[in-house]
């Protein structure tokens, strides 16, 4: 499951020895701008949520498809895990890594604190309510060639488009010409549901966050679907575990902690939410993401509180144990399950009977594509669920959990969706 951008910006840390993740204080609620943007009669539902676009019945139909994509695609990194779990090399290897890790934390806590890390700024691309992906520079080759990658906490291969392809919508690599890619002729085929990033295993001279790695292992994709071909990234850099890889190879980050290139071994990411734009669609600066600190809040941001700590249960997919949602303050029933954080993904998905739970609070009826449609009156902007992890409540706008109107019903679709 993958919270959508939590309520507001949130700092997620992903910490590979000591298996915690800290949560970030909430920012003191703002006030949001007005949106443009198709309106739905009556003037009521208009009032409350009338910066949300309508959903028309052909993007219901590929909303549903796009959503069945996502799942699809976390079957393949489950299908990758249990093929990487049981290479005993690979498995070697992995643990040895973690070794490496250890060493690294034990390094800082000496040190009572670790050398800075280095930051990367994102983009929300977003469209309507809904922050579709982040993406930031990445340099590849020599010389280098800067592309827009998508830091994937669901995913764990680096790969980029080929100039073989034709694809004139994106930055593609020239392999011809950087003097150091080598071509290891191993073919790697990245499933993503309905779609596929398909090609060959190279390696080259990878520069990201201003850390670079040579020889580090990427795919060159050859082919890739036509959901990535409408989208503004160039490719994808996985941030989970190597145990997800396709391509049986380390991450980016685990190369770094491997190398002692970062003092800490954990990465932040900081997400900002286009909601927060006047604009009906394009992207939104102040985003971030850290490699061995933790990710800077953009200046106007106010925030209060303190990191919050929460042990990841699977490593693998960053998995953690949710202990309750609550409706307006009251802690709903049967709502404890564990749960997935995924930068990757932009819905919340539930097991059936806690989304069943959750979106009853709210007269949600459930579905044939597992979506919820949520009656408009029964909605105010005061509304508000919260997610509870270790005792630590991260409370979300009603406002960021609604994909659109259905014109006829006047109803609002929620990006909730109940998956078993």
């Not at 932040?268 to 604009?279: A, E, F, K, V």
């Amino acid at each position: 499951m993958h919270l959508k951008g939590w309520s507001l910006p949130l700092w997620v840390v992903f910490s590979t020895c000591s298996t915690a993740l800290a949560l970030s204080p909430t920012p003191e609620p703002r006030q949001l701008p007005p949106r443009g943007g198709l309106r739905v009669e009556p003037n009521v539902v208009q009032d409350r949520f009338g910066h949300i676009p309508v959903k028309r019945d052909f993007e219901l139909v590929e909303q549903s498809r796009k959503r069945d994509q996502r799942m699809a695609r976390h079957q393949a990194a489950l299908d990758n895990y249990h093929r990487n779990t049981q290479d005993d090399d690979f498995m070697a290897r992995y643990y040895a890594l973690f070794d490496s890790a250890k060493e690294l934390e034990s390094k800082s806590l000496r040190k009572r604190a670790g050398t800075a890390g280095n930051s990367v700024p994102l983009d929300d691309y977003f469209d309507g309510n809904n922050d579709i992906l982040y993406s930031g520079p990445m340099q590849i080759g020599t010389p280098p060639q800067t592309f827009q990658v998508i830091p994937d906490t669901g995913s764990a291969d680096l790969w980029v488009v080929s100039s073989q392809t034709s694809d004139p919508g994106h930055d593609l690599f020239n392999s011809a010409q950087s003097s150091t890619f080598n071509n290891t002729g191993v073919k790697f085929d990245d499933q993503y549901g309905l779609g596929e990033a398909a090609g060959t295993i190279a390696s080259d001279t990878v520069t990201f966050a201003s850390y670079t790695i040579a020889g580090k292992h990427f795919g060159v994709a050859t082919s890739v679907d036509s959901q990535f071909q409408q989208q503004p990234n160039d490719g994808l850099i996985g941030m989970s575990s190597s145990v997800l890889s396709n391509q049986s190879t380390f991450t980016f980050f685990e190369d770094l902690m491997n190398t002692s290139m970062i003092s800490n071994p954990y990465f932040s990411t900081y997400l900002t939410r286009g909601l927060d734009s006047t604009n009906q669609q394009g992207t939104v600066s102040g985003s971030s993401l850290c490699i061995g600190c933790i990710a800077t809040v953009p200046s106007g941001v106010r925030t209060s509180g303190n990191l919050n700590y929460v042990p990841i249960t699977l490593f693998a997919f960053y998995e953690i144990q949710m202990n309750s949602i609550s409706y307006n303050g009251q802690t709903i029933s049967q709502t404890s399950t564990q749960v997935m954080l995924d930068t990757g993904t932009t819905d919340i998905y539930l097991p059936t009977t806690v989304a069943d739970a959750m979106m009853g609070k709210i007269n949600g009826v459930r579905q044939s594509d597992g979506s919820y449609l949520v009656p408009a009156s029964t909605l105010d902007t005061t509304t508000t669920f919260a997610f509870t992890f270790s005792g630590n409540a991260i409370t979300l706008d009603i406002l960021d959990l609604i994909d659109g109107y259905s014109v006829g019903l006047l109803s609002l679709f929620a990006s909730v969706l109940r998956r078993d």
